[in-house]
């Protein structure tokens, strides 16, 4: 069983950065692939950005150049970076856990969630 638990969102102008968090229990983080989900209001849940248990990373079109997902296994912690953000990114964003390792965008194939953090771009 593995808990995840993101931090870091929040109300930031158009053009700004944020880095939201997600810290996970359990020993064997490392072996997971990870992403970050996001559901913006009247939409479905979309991929954003994932990361595999070797560190390959792979983005949704989206957000390409602009977010960067990165993870820190002595510490059970995924991050994403999101810079030049847009009204359009704001949404509730989730951490998710794949234990199969699929590499996948596909959200049926995670496991674990977090709660989400809101994430809000405004002026």
Same mark, same amino acid.
């Given at each position: ?12 102008? &158009? ?7 997600? %810290? ?7 072996? $997971? =692939?990870? @992403?970050?989900?996001?559901?913006? &209001? ?12 070797? /560190?390959?990373?792979?983005? %949704? =079109? ?9 993870? =820190? !296994?002595?510490? !059970?912690?995924? $991050?994403?970076?999101? !810079?030049?953000?847009? &009204?359009?990114? /704001? ?5 998710? @856990? ?12 995670? =496991?674990?969630?977090?709660?989400? /953090?809101?994430? /809000?771009?405004?002026?």
């Amino acid at each position: 069983q593995v808990q995840l638990v993101e931090s870091g969102g929040g109300l930031v102008q &158009p053009g700004g950065s944020l880095r939201l968090s997600c %810290a996970a229990s359990g020993r064997t983080f490392s072996r $997971y =692939d990870m @992403a970050w989900f996001r559901q913006a &209001p009247g939409k479905e849940r979309e991929f954003v950005a994932g990361i595999r248990w070797s /560190t390959t990373t792979y983005y %949704a =079109d989206s957000v390409k150049g602009r977010f960067t997902i990165s993870r =820190d !296994n002595a510490k !059970n912690t995924v $991050y994403v970076q999101m !810079n030049r953000l847009r &009204p359009e990114d /704001t949404a509730l964003y989730y951490c998710a @856990a794949d234990q199969s390792r699929s590499g996948s965008r596909d959200e049926g194939l995670y =496991d674990y969630w977090g709660q989400g /953090t809101q994430v /809000t771009v405004s002026s």
